[in-house]
């Protein structure tokens, strides 16, 4: 059974950091591409980042280019988002998802992920 499970959230200043964790596990996720995305009430599901599973190449929404970063360290399966320089826009329900061989063209696309996690809770204030 493939589970993902996020943590790292909670409620942090505008201007701060938070760095957020999605370990896998059920399986082997070597080839697995990895994905972040944050929905906040009332709005679809949105985009954030994604990476391939060699971990060189990734995409990030125009929102968080350049304040947020998405790693992953493979032989722990293991992804991370480091967010800096938070605003609060940036306040949502942040999931982490998975598929395997992902294609970075459709990583924006929540449909295209296998797996997802239960989300955790990220909430800047002003």
């Known amino acids: 059974q493939v589970q993902l499970v996020e943590s790292g959230g909670g409620l942090v200043q505008a201007g701060g950091s938070l760095r957020l964790s999605c370990a896998a596990s059920?399986?082997?996720?070597?080839?697995?591409?990895m994905g972040w995305f944050r929905q906040a009430p009332g709005k679809e599901r949105e985009f954030v980042a994604a990476i391939r599973w060699s971990g060189p190449t990734t995409s990030y929404a125009d929102s968080v280019k350049g304040r947020f970063t998405i790693s992953r360290d493979n032989a722990k399966n293991t992804v991370y988002l480091q967010m800096n320089s938070l605003k609060s826009e940036d306040t949502a329900v942040y999931y982490c998802?998975?598929?395997?061989?992902?294609?970075?063209?459709?990583?924006?696309?929540?449909?295209?992920?296998?797996?997802w996690g239960q989300g955790t809770q990220v909430t800047v204030s002003s």
């Open positions: 059920g399986g082997t996720f070597t080839y697995y591409g």
């Open positions: 998802a998975a598929d395997k061989f992902l294609r970075l063209e459709r990583s924006k696309v929540a449909a295209t992920y296998d797996y």
